[in-house]
Every structure is written in structure tokens, then in C-alpha cells.
């Protein structure tokens, strides 16, 4: 009797202590859910607001809250071995605190600006290609003709007063999964409606009718009306992307105004951004006006040719009358090359369009021998200034006074060597036409005409095109090459195709009828040569790779380091500390994974305490799962039982939808990776460094509301953690998804296919590579249990997927499928 009682004692105190440490638990991974949930709210307001914002400062502090609540949590839960993680919140805590009592610049900067105001050096406010300009007018202050600015504090102005943030805000949320969704036109295009729509500010329209004034004196009597966002002609040139609007009655300026702000939004702008990695506040439009010139000739500059860089020529292209045809891709315009030195290598003579308003090869040049030479020597002397070469664009007035109406630096490619190899001595299927920029590419062709909508159906394409217009620069990151039959040198596309390094040529004309649709060819673009078939098979990997890749530029701003940055990205890493936490996500992340360990630890060290309430579930399925029961949701005396006696609601939801019976289980995918070596089974399966060793169990803590997964799922680890009561307050359902048995790649197109059927099913997600984090708070009961039984079929139906997602182009399929309820497809 009295050698049973203090062991009867100790199990029921192990058993409170159980209890209270996975009620402290359930705590900390609800806290978790919040905090995942603000961070996603908060970077998707720091896409459209400044960090002063009250609106940012709020959830920031509610963040540090959370962090320090599921610290104290954590350490509870651990006996205090991360004590730690309070010095380094405070740290970050210092540091925000610093940021935000900085205050913001914007708030000091004018609405107006004119081009000789010191203001208009600075980018931020008046945008790249005023600054641009402003700089050129420093030191030709005879070439630049007056103008003025209306700046990007305006552009926020005109957002705020209108209340349109919230709005944009609720379009452009997750756009960037879905560029090739008619959704994405639809949403941009609302976005263009709200801003017609809406009415520019007094303040605004005072401020362009002064300047207007002022400048009206020197000019005649209408308009250009340009775009000048941040960062514009600077490190991204946004090349066409914006509209401008030229001829413009000074009675219309305010309406030009507002026409410009909408083209922010266009379909191409848009698409840009998101490939380069900007957030949407960090490109806020400010508007150049300058008086119209009557031209006589117009057209475009280059002070070095961009694929000889060191031949010494420069190239000129030009037109009759406005070049804005022609910068567009819609006119050819007539070539001369111009020697810069004398020690400038032979240059090639005059090409005369053959197509378009610039004049045909038997007549004379659109500008004469001495007007060419006099742009040269501006052009040369501008680059010579700046310490760059430069793209310029220029136009001649009636009384064949020269001006410069545009400047930005000039990406030039090193000149680059065919390689010996391929198929012997075939000969090219076409010779012809000019290098626009250099390299190799292989893949299918595809044909599109300017009338068409810029979609493209096959995965890396070679382009044909018969104008080079902007429409077709959405599609450039996703191309393998790319081939024009009329076009120029210079304009929109031709410099956004030297920025993202697509191969391409120009000028094809009549050749292009030889490339056939869903052909494969080979192009040289160096040598201007196409060939039939795959000759480089080595380049098409590396034309995929390229595809594949989204921009890795990270996106800016103060918070953004402190905050949102996710430092700790490997748990098995020895630099996998809190010590080594540089923002909140950081820790977040460490007491996510330190709390996951510790509820492993203790589930197997309480094991021989807790028989009556740790069971074996028994089913059809290939799931080894034991479930500890919280509250009596289990039949007591049972350590065996089947999924239809666990009385929790979370529980049967998942679990109807992992029984699906539309839904396979054939585990023969799986075997032919038995014979892997044993580092594969050691990094894929965890082994010693993986959260659970193949001998340990995986748990499921249940109760009637609660369920909380964590385990090795196939080839990955999968964590879901819900509440599902009849109060939707306090509903939740957050999962998180990592690993897989296939390549980095394989890994991280299965997180994507993830992630998009998550947000079509109307939960927050957050995905790093090939980690999931998604979310769904405060739904009704009816609803919590909807989405946990689409978990269960998506965990079911993707736990292999990885393997056999092989290229990007499966991706939109396997979505589709899933999306239709057609789970054949992932057995």
C-alpha cells in the first residue's frame, strides 16, 4: 500500500504537468497563428504605406507583444533555456523604436517642382527621369527646354485624399500568383477605373495651373505630359511601361495628370514590378510636364552600340516629325552610326527603314550629315559629363535647334563568342537581321501579332513578333528568345530586353515565315543565325533555370530587416540560435521549432505515465499516428482504436478529407527511393537531424474543439494546429509545410502549387522556398471544418507531388485538377 501511493502520486502529477504544458502549448501555437497572420498584414501594408503610418506602428507594436507572450511561453514550456530571447526582442524593440521616431521625409517635400528647383535632383521626389533630366540641364542648360514636376508626395496626396489605398491594397493582394489569370487584368484594370475616376485635390490642381503659368511665358501652347515614377531610368528603367500623353491643352493638363497616375497600374507595369521584386509603394508616380516642340526630326541616341561597346560608333536612329512611333516599336526609323573617336572602327553605312513613315532607301537622310555630327557631339559630351554611356532621346525643332528631352544610362553587353560544338556543319535555317542583344536559347516556337493579347502557352518559347512594341514586354522574364520582323534598335522593348538578357534579334522580315509554331529551334543571336532543331541542349537548361527563377532582389525599407526578414531558414543548422534572431520573424520561427521539439520530447519521455490516455489509431491508411487525448474525446480503457471513435471536430474534418476515397494511397511512388543512400534517408527523412528519428512515433493532440498535427508526412513535415467551436471568434486553422523528396526546384514548385490552391480556398499564406505557412482565423464553424477536410485531401494528394513536378509549366494543371475535385490525376 504505501510503495503504491507515491507512484499513484508521481503519475498524477506527471499527468497535470502533461497537461498544463500542452495547454501552454496550444497557447503559444495560437499566438503563433496571430503573429504569422500580422506579419502577413503588415508586409502587405508596407507595400502601400510609409513606415510612420499609424496604421504600420500599431500591428508592429501588437507583434512585439505576441513575440514576447510566446517567449515567456516557450520558456514555461522548457524550463527557462531560452531566457535569452528577451534581450534579443528588446534589442529589436530598441531599434524599431529609433526607426520610428525618425521622421518621415515625404512630409516635407512640395507638390510642384520646376526642372531648375535643387528638388529636382533628387529621384524620391521628382521621380528617375526628371532627375534625370535636371541633371543633364546642370550642364546643358540650353538643351533641356523648361518644365515642371509634380511630385510623388502629390501622387500620395491624391491616393490619400481620395481613400484608395485600402482599395489598391485589396486588388493587388496576391497578384503575384496569378499574372497569367484573366483575374489580373481585371483587378488592374478596376485599379486604372478608380483612379479615372476620382478627383484630383485643389491643392493639386492649384499648384499645375501655377506652373503652368509660369512656364507658359517661354512655350507654346500645348503639352507633353510624361511619367517620372521613383526609381524610373535609374536601376530599373520601366522602360514603356507608363503612359504619356503628348499635345495636351494646358486646359487638360489636370486630366493628363490623372491619366498618367492610372498607367502605374497598367498590365505591363504591374507585371514589371513584380518581376523585379518592388513593392508597390516603392515606385510612386511623379508627372513631367514640358512644353510641346514642333519637330522636325526626332529620335534616339546611343553613345557606344550596344553589342560592340568598344567599337568606338555610336548609334543614331531617327524619324520625320515626333519619334514616339518609333520609340514605341510601331515605325522603323532610318540608322547611321557615328564615329566617337578617330580611332572608332570602320563604320557601317546608313540603313534606311523599309518599312514606316521615315523614308525609304533612295532618299535622303532624315537628318543631314552636319545635324547628325552636332547630336553626336551633345550625346558624347552628355556621356563624358555623367561618367556613363547614355541613352538618349532628342528632337530638332523647325529653326534646327537641337534638344534633349530624356536621359538614362545605357546598358551595354560584352561582346560574346560563339562556342564550337552543336551539329557540325548544318547549316542555319535563316541568316538574317540584327542583334538587339546577344546569347544562345533553344525551345518551341511561338508566333504573336501586335493585335494580340501578350499570352504565351508553352514554357520558354522562342517569340516571334512582328513589331516590337512594350505590350510584349510582360513576357520577356518567361521567353527563351526572342525574334522581331520589323523593328529598330533603340525604344521601350529594345531596352528592356538588354535589362532582363533575352536574346534577340531584329529584322527578320520576310524569314520569319519559316518559323513554323511548336518547331523547336536554336538561335544565335551573336551571330544572328537560327537554326532547326536543339543544338545546344545545355543552353535549354539554363534557359528553364532562368524562367524558373523569380527576381531575388529583396524588397526595401527600414521595417523590413526588423521585421519581416526570416533569417533563420535552416532549424538543423548550427547557427539555428536565438542569439543569432536579427528580426521578428526570426523569432517567431526559433520559438516556433524550439516548442515543436520540446512537445516531441515530452510526448516520448510521458509515455509509460500517460497509457490510458495515449493511443494507437488503427485505419486502412499508411499513417502511423498516436493521439493523446486532452479531454475524454476517446473511449476510455482503449489503447487501440479507429478514426470513428475520436469525438473532436477538427479531427474528423482532417480526417474525411485524408480518407477520401477519391483520393490514392498507392504507396509504389515511394518505393523506387528504398535503395537511396543513406545521406538521402538522413536528409530527406531527418534521421539525427530531423524533428522526429524513424523510430519515434508521430502524436495528434486532440480534444472535442482542438487538434494540433505534427509528424513526417511521406517525404515532408506537415504541422496543422485548429480550434472549431461554435464561437467563431476563437476558430483557427494554421498549417505549415516543409521538404520533400525531390530537387530544390521539384521542392519549391509543389510550395507553389500550395500556396495557390490555400489562397483560392481563402487562407493568409506566407511562402519562403519550399515553406508554407498558411492560416485561415475567425471563420464559422461550418467553414473551419470545410478547410480542414480540403487540408486533408491537399496533404493526401501532394505528399508526393515534389517528385513528379519536374517543370513549372505541370504546375497550373495540377492546380486546376485539384481545384476541380479530379484527384485522379495524383495517384
Known amino acids: 500500500m504505501n510503495t503504491e501511493r507515491p507512484a499513484a502520486a508521481a503519475g498524477k502529477l506527471t499527468d497535470l504537468s502533461f497537461r498544463l504544458q500542452y495547454e501552454t502549448l496550444r497557447s503559444l501555437l495560437f499566438k503563433n497563428g496571430v503573429a504569422l497572420q500580422l506579419m502577413a498584414d503588415l508586409e502587405a501594408d508596407l507595400n502601400h504605406l510609409d513606415h510612420s503610418d499609424a496604421h504600420i506602428q500599431r500591428p508592429v507594436q501588437r507583434l512585439l507583444d505576441e513575440t514576447l507572450l510566446m517567449a515567456q511561453e516557450l520558456n514555461i514550456l522548457t524550463g527557462n533555456r531560452h531566457r535569452s530571447l528577451y534581450g534579443v526582442i528588446e534589442s529589436i524593440h530598441g531599434q524599431l523604436r529609433a526607426v520610428f521616431a525618425a521622421e518621415p521625409e515625404s512630409g516635407r517635400w512640395p507638390l510642384a517642382v520646376p526642372l531648375s528647383a535643387d528638388e529636382a535632383f533628387t529621384s524620391r521626389i521628382v521621380g528617375g527621369k526628371a532627375a534625370g533630366l535636371a541633371t543633364l540641364r546642370q550642364h546643358f542648360p540650353d538643351r533641356i527646354p523648361e518644365g515642371f514636376v509634380i511630385t510623388t508626395a502629390a501622387y500620395r496626396a491624391f491616393i490619400e485624399a481620395n481613400g484608395l489605398t485600402d482599395r489598391i491594397r485589396l486588388l493587388l493582394g496576391d497578384l503575384d500568383v496569378m499574372t497569367d489569370h484573366p483575374r489580373f487584368r481585371e483587378r488592374t484594370g478596376a485599379i486604372r477605373e478608380l483612379i479615372l475616376a476620382a478627383p484630383v485635390p485643389e491643392p493639386i490642381r492649384e499648384a499645375i495651373q501655377r506652373q503652368a503659368d509660369r512656364v507658359a511665358g517661354a512655350a507654346a501652347g500645348t ?3 510624361r511619367s517620372s515614377a521613383w526609381k524610373e531610368d535609374e536601376a530599373f528603367s520601366f522602360a514603356g511601361q507608363f503612359d504619356s500623353k503628348l499635345n495636351v491643352r494646358t486646359a487638360d493638363l489636370t486630366d493628363a495628370y490623372r491619366a498618367v497616375l492610372a498607367s502605374r497600374f497598367s498590365n505591363r507595369a504591374v507585371a514589371y514590378r513584380l518581376h523585379c521584386g518592388l513593392r508597390e509603394v516603392d515606385t510612386p508616380m511623379a508627372v513631367l510636364f514640358m512644353p510641346m516642340i514642333d519637330a522636325r526630326a526626332a529620335g534616339v541616341i546611343y553613345t557606344a552600340d550596344p553589342q560592340h561597346p568598344d567599337s568606338g560608333c555610336m548609334v543614331l536612329c531617327a524619324v520625320r516629325g515626333l519619334a ?5 516599336g510601331e515605325e522603323e526609323g532610318e540608322i547611321q552610326y557615328l564615329a566617337r573617336s578617330p580611332q572608332a572602327e570602320q563604320v557601317p553605312a546608313r540603313q534606311a527603314p523599309r518599312h514606316g ?6 532618299e535622303a537622310s532624315v537628318v543631314a550629315e552636319s545635324i547628325a555630327a552636332e547630336i553626336g557631339r551633345l550625346a558624347d559630351s552628355a556621356a563624358r559629363a555623367l561618367g556613363h554611356e547614355m541613352d538618349l532621346e532628342w528632337v530638332l525643332d523647325r529653326q534646327d535647334r537641337l534638344w534633349l528631352l530624356q536621359g538614362r544610362r545605357l546598358r551595354v553587353s560584352g561582346p560574346e563568342r560563339a562556342r564550337a560544338g552543336g551539329a557540325g556543319r548544318e547549316p542555319p535555317l535563316l541568316e538574317s537581321g540584327f542583334t538587339l542583344a546577344p546569347g544562345r536559347a533553344e525551345g518551341p516556337v511561338e508566333c504573336l501579332r501586335a493585335q494580340q493579347a501578350p499570352e504565351i502557352r508553352r514554357q520558354a518559347p522562342v517569340l516571334v513578333i512582328d513589331q516590337g512594341t512594350p505590350a510584349f514586354a510582360p513576357l520577356l522574364p518567361r521567353i527563351a528568345a526572342l525574334l522581331i520582323e520589323h523593328g529598330n534598335p533603340v525604344g521601350h522593348l529594345a531596352a528592356l530586353v538588354r535589362e532582363f ?41 539554363r534557359v528553364l533555370a532562368r524562367v524558373a527563377s523569380p527576381s531575388s532582389r529583396t524588397p526595401a525599407g527600414p521595417l523590413h530587416e ?12 548550427s547557427s539555428f540560435k536565438a542569439r543569432n534572431c536579427r528580426s521578428i520573424h526570426d523569432v517567431i520561427r526559433f520559438i516556433h521549432e524550439m516548442s515543436v521539439r520540446s512537445m516531441f520530447r515530452l510526448g516520448d519521455r510521458q509515455n509509460r505515465f500517460w497509457k490510458s490516455s495515449l493511443k494507437r489509431l488503427d485505419s486502412r491508411l499508411p499513417i502511423k499516428l498516436r493521439l493523446v487525448d486532452l479531454d475524454g474525446c476517446t473511449p476510455a480503457g482503449k489503447s487501440r482504436l479507429g478514426p470513428e471513435e475520436v469525438e473532436s471536430r477538427p479531427f474528423q474534418a482532417l480526417w474525411r478529407g485524408v480518407a477520401d476515397p477519391r483520393v490514392a494511397w498507392d504507396r509504389k511512388q515511394v518505393h523506387h527511393l528504398e535503395n537511396m543512400p543513406r545521406d538521402f534517408v538522413e536528409q530527406v527523412l531527418g534521421g539525427s537531424r530531423g524533428p ?4 519515434d512515433a ?10 494540433n498535427f505534427n509528424a513526417r508526412f511521406a517525404f515532408h513535415y506537415a504541422m496543422l494546429d485548429a480550434i472549431v467551436s461554435p464561437s467563431k ?7 505549415r509545410f516543409r521538404g520533400g523528396g525531390g530537387d530544390e526546384a521539384q521542392r519549391i514548385r509543389r510550395a507553389t502549387f500550395l500556396e495557390t490552391v490555400l489562397r483560392h480556398h481563402h487562407f493568409g499564406v506566407d511562402r519562403r522556398g519550399d515553406l508554407v505557412t498558411a492560416w485561415l482565423r475567425s471563420y464559422p464553424r461550418a467553414d473551419s471544418e470545410r478547410a480542414l477536410e480540403m487540408l486533408g485531401r491537399l496533404m493526401a494528394c501532394s505528399r508526393q507531388l515534389d517528385m513528379f513536378l519536374v517543370s513549372d509549366d505541370m504546375i497550373e494543371a495540377f492546380i486546376q485538377r485539384f481545384l476541380s475535385e479530379d484527384y485522379s490525376a495524383f495517384r
Not at 514616339?324 to 514605341?328: A, E, G, K, P
Not at 522580315?509 to 509554331?517: F, I, K, Y
Not at 508521430?698 to 487538434?707: G, M, S, T
Not at 471568434?729 to 498549417?735: A, G, I, P, R
Request: hydrophobic share 40%; charged share 25%.
Open 223 to 225: 503639352w507633353a505630359v
Open 324 to 328: 514616339d512611333r518609333m520609340i514605341r
Open 357 to 362: 513613315a521615315a523614308g525609304g532607301a533612295g
Open 501 to 541: 538578357r533575352v536574346p534577340a534579334i531584329y529584322g527578320l522580315e520576310d524569314g520569319a515565315r519559316l518559323l513554323r509554331p511548336d518547331d523547336v529551334i536554336s538561335v544565335d543571336a551573336t551571330r544572328r543565325r537560327i537554326y532547326r532543331g536543339s543544338r545546344w541542349p545545355e543552353v535549354r537548361d
Open 562 to 573: 526588423l521585421v519581416l526578414a526570416l533569417n533563420l531558414t535552416d532549424p538543423y543548422a
Open 692 to 695: 522526429r528519428r524513424s523510430g
Open 698 to 707: 508521430n502524436y495528434a493532440i486532440v480534444a472535442a474543439d482542438y487538434l
Open 729 to 735: 471568434e476563437s476558430n483557427h486553422v494554421h498549417f
